[in-house]
């Protein structure tokens, strides 16, 4: 059963820096990752996708690197801004299992101005 | 584009009674799937369908029922709503695996609290 952990659960920064969210996961027989951002009340917001043959996907200030043998992914954040706050969750698809996704718990991510 | 929108957005109900909560998703997706999440819990599948006319159970199937009658649209039933099922419901969708990115798509939410 593929189990998706994030780390840290909650992450408070000052405007400005730049920083790394993690994702780690116990199954490498992965379809792909998606990154989400879901802000208090809200749906989730898909932000990258990273196919299993790819290394890494850039969106703006974001970058999301994959490393299937070692079941981790991370998201990059630069130039923080407060508007960033809001909570980020990674999703790994599996080739099994009809292709569902299994979801990490989120990242609480609190800038401050 | 709407992409997948989820009827009612709110809703609350007494023990024992009974609702639909609908989502209908117009990109011609055949993979369809109903979330809970609750503080604490995370995103937990309830039901999920792979194509028109299928449904199969997620990880918290009880007290749930589903139906996908046309492709575009993914019924998920509460017959007797217990308090337990308080939380708020996501519907989301996605091409076949192997089409295009496999991109996860997911509407904005019900909030339902059953008292």
């Known amino acids: 059963k593929q189990e998706v952990t994030q780390i840290p659960a909650a992450l408070s920064v000052p405007e400005g820096e730049n920083l790394v969210l993690n994702c780690s996961f116990t199954?490498?027989?992965?379809?792909?990752l998606q990154w989400f951002r879901q802000d208090p009340g809200k749906g989730l917001t898909s932000l990258l996708l990273i196919q299993s043959s790819q290394r890494e996907q850039t969106s703006g200030r974001l970058n999301a690197s994959l490393d299937k043998s070692s079941g981790r992914s991370t998201l990059y954040i630069a130039a923080s801004q407060p508007g960033d706050s809001a909570t980020y969750l990674c999703?790994?698809?599996?080739?099994?299992?009809?292709?569902?996704?299994?979801f990490g718990d989120g990242t609480t991510l609190t800038v401050k101005p | 584009n709407a992409g997948v929108t989820q009827t009612p957005k709110f809703r609350v109900l007494k023990t024992g009674q009974s609702m639909t909560l609908l989502c209908a998703q117009d990109?011609?997706?055949?993979?369809m799937y109903w979330y809970r999440q609750d503080p604490g819990m995370g995103l937990r599948l309830i039901h999920y369908?792979?194509?028109?006319?299928?449904?199969a159970k997620g990880e918290v199937p009880d007290g749930y029922n589903v139906s996908r009658l046309k492709k575009q649209n993914f019924l998920l039933g509460l017959e007797s709503a217990a308090p337990s099922q308080t939380s708020v419901y996501f519907c989301?969708?996605?091409?076949?695996?192997?089409?295009?990115?496999?991109?996860?798509?997911f509407g904005e939410g019900s909030r339902l609290t059953v008292l």
């Open positions: 989301a969708s996605s091409p076949l695996a192997g089409e295009n990115t496999g991109e996860l798509f």
């Open positions: 999703a790994v698809r599996s080739w099994a299992n009809a292709g569902k996704s299994t």
């Open positions: 199954d490498s027989a992965i379809y792909n």
């Open positions: 990109m011609n997706h055949e993979y």
């Open positions: 369908s792979v194509g028109e006319g299928t449904t």
